[in-house]
């Protein structure tokens, strides 16, 4: 059964404190890893597309990385206005997206 | 600028009665999608439609129905057979849904309660 399980749940970090989200997901069938943020109330939105395993992306304080089993979240020295729930989004076959639960991470000041 | 809009933010209704929720897109798009979240799950896929008058069921699609007159536009009506349609319901679009991995992009929302 195609999956995506997201680690941790929740993760509280200090503003500056940097720390990694986990991603692992079932291998078959994958043409992209997505992640997506998303704030309370809101649609998601696009952060990254990974395709093939040692890619990396970057975008301000985020890279997301991606090895055969697993996809990472890095968050260098978070600002509180980086609170959010982050998504890990595997798609498969004719384009079907399998979502993850999400990490809600909220940064204090 | 380009986006996918769904109107409206919250809707209230009886139960027994159907609802229709809006969404609408200017991005050009083939590909549109029907999501709900609830608390503590994921998105679960209701409807999808990757071409105008052509639409497949999701993992969900008891209780709902859609509708793709328009490239722009893909319309879904909750009806009063869904059992439990209190939701947040998201839209979304992409540029296609096979071959390539196409991103999809999200809409604002709108938040269901039915009473």
């Known amino acids: 059964e195609d999956q995506v399980t997201q680690s941790p749940e929740a993760l509280r970090l200090q503003e500056g404190e940097s720390s990694s989200l986990n991603c692992s997901y079932t291998?078959?069938?994958?043409?992209?890893l997505f992640w997506y943020r998303q704030d309370p109330g809101k649609g998601p939105e696009f952060l990254f597309t990974?395709?093939?395993a040692g890619e990396e992306k970057e975008k301000e304080r985020l890279k997301a990385t991606l090895t055969k089993k697993e996809s990472f979240l890095h968050i260098t020295a978070p600002k509180p206005e980086d609170s959010a729930t982050y998504l890990c989004v595997k798609s498969c076959c004719t384009g079907k997206l399998i979502f993850g639960q999400g990490t809600t991470l909220q940064v204090k000041p | 600028d380009g986006g996918i809009t769904q109107s409206p933010k919250y809707l209230f209704r009886k139960e027994g009665q159907n609802v229709t929720l809006s969404c609408e897109q200017n991005l050009n798009h083939d590909a549109m999608y029907w999501y709900r979240q609830d608390p503590g799950q994921g998105l679960r896929l209701i409807y999808y439609?990757?071409?105008?008058?052509?639409?497949q069921k999701g993992d969900i699609a008891e209780g709902y129905s859609v509708s793709r007159e328009k490239k722009e536009s893909f319309p879904l009506t909750v009806t009063s057979a869904q059992k439990n349609p209190t939701a947040f319901y998201l839209c979304?679009?992409?540029?296609?849904?096979?071959?390539?991995?196409?991103?999809?992009?999200f809409g604002p929302g709108t938040r269901l309660t039915v009473t």
């Open positions: 979304a679009s992409s540029l296609g849904t096979g071959g390539m991995s196409y991103e999809q992009y």
């Open positions: 439609s990757q071409i105008v008058n052509d639409f």
């Open positions: 990974l395709y093939s």
């Open positions: 291998v078959s069938g994958l043409r992209g």
